[in-house]
């Protein structure tokens, strides 16, 4: 294991994993900065138009730490600067993905106005839908408040691209509740049909999601 960075002002001064993880990533809007950044490298005011609610002075504070404690790197693009994850820090994506799916039966209850970004979703959409597999492969378009959200369906399981150049046969336009709902199990294919307009063949949809679960306890 490479030896990584720690340099922060406040610490549980616990010998434990958990406690080390939270004092380079626990302060709020960390966790945060780290999910849009698994999506790929974003500029600095791309990362505070998608953190609606962040303070300018407490992002880049929040950046600047990261960075220091290793976790995020800034790059120098096309577009100017860059903020990325290090390969230290891309290795959240598997603890992120199982929060995400931890924290799932707490959207049941909608949306009650929150933000909402297409790339979170395109984020967890394999974490919901991991051990489901398809052969022959299939792909299907959700067109969520004009972004694109591509899953792919393999044998060796699911993906999900945001924007892709390729656009799939089959695209369902839906609400993100829709789109959480037809992942988790909690809404079928034929539920999500009858209220959202679809492009292309809706066995795609249903072969993709062919199972409603109840909701977990």
């Not at 010998?15 to 999506?39: E, P």
């Not at 600095?44 to 960075?67: F, P, V």
């Not at 096309?78 to 390969?87: E, K, N, P």
């Not at 789109?179 to 079928?188: E, W």
């Amino acid at each position: 294991m490479d030896k990584v960075k720690h340099v922060s002002s406040r610490s549980y001064g616990q010998f434990c994993g958990v406690a080390r993880a939270l004092d380079v990533v626990g302060d709020r809007w960390n966790l945060l900065i780290v999910r849009d950044l698994l999506c790929g490298p974003m500029r600095y005011n791309e990362l505070k138009t998608s953190l609606a609610g962040i303070a300018t002075n407490l992002l880049a504070d929040r950046l600047r730490s990261l960075e220091t404690n290793g976790i995020v790197e800034r790059q120098l693009g096309d577009a100017g600067v860059l903020y990325a994850l290090t390969s230290w820090g891309a290795g959240l994506r598997e603890p992120m993905e199982a929060l995400g799916t931890w924290g799932a039966p707490l959207l049941e209850r909608g949306r009650e106005g929150d933000a909402f970004q297409p790339r979170w979703l395109a984020n967890a959409l394999p974490a919901l839908l991991r051990g489901r597999t398809a052969t022959p492969p299939l792909e299907i378009g959700f067109e969520i408040e004009g972004a694109l959200i591509v899953v792919h369906l393999d044998k060796s399981g699911p993906r999900a691209d945001l924007n892709p150049t390729h656009r799939p046969t089959t695209i369902l336009t839906a609400d993100p509740d829709t789109v959480v709902g037809l992942a988790t199990g909690t809404l079928t294919a034929d539920q999500a049909l009858a209220t959202n307009p679809l492009q292309g063949d809706p066995n795609t949809l249903r072969k993709a999601f062919p199972h409603k679960h109840p909701p977990p306890q």
